[in-house]
Nanobody, 118 residues
């Protein structure tokens, strides 16, 4: 059993910031990668940020320069710092974990709602 629990979502005005947290039941360093997905109503689920066990990161073009993914291995927690939020960032944000060699995100959290509105 691997559990991922997201927190930190909420309502924020355009230009504001939020930090999402993803607490894992086990060592996140044992995964190949941890990622943040989002899904807005009527839209496809989208990978917005990823961090590998080696520390490399990747971001969707739409969030580059605004979002930053990080991890704290001692706390088994992954973070997504979201700055300069835009209304189009409104979505349910999901934390996910990818096992070594699997090639896909296998484990998922329940999601946390982020709403950007004035």
């Amino acid at each position: 059993q691997v559990q991922l629990v997201e927190s930190g979502g909420g309502l924020v005005q355009p230009g504001g910031s939020l930090r999402l947290s993803c607490a894992a039941s086990g060592s996140i360093f044992g995964f190949y990668a941890m990622g943040w997905y989002r899904q807005a109503p009527g839209k496809q689920r989208e990978l917005v940020a990823q961090i590998t066990s080696g520390g490399s990161t990747n971001y969707a073009d739409s969030v580059k320069g605004r979002f930053s993914i990080s991890r704290d291995n001692a706390k088994n927690t992954v973070y997504l710092q979201m700055n300069n939020l835009k209304p189009e960032d409104t979505a349910v944000y999901y934390c996910a974990a990818q096992s070594v060699g699997s090639g896909t995100y296998r484990y998922w959290g329940q999601g946390t709602q982020v709403t950007v509105s004035s």
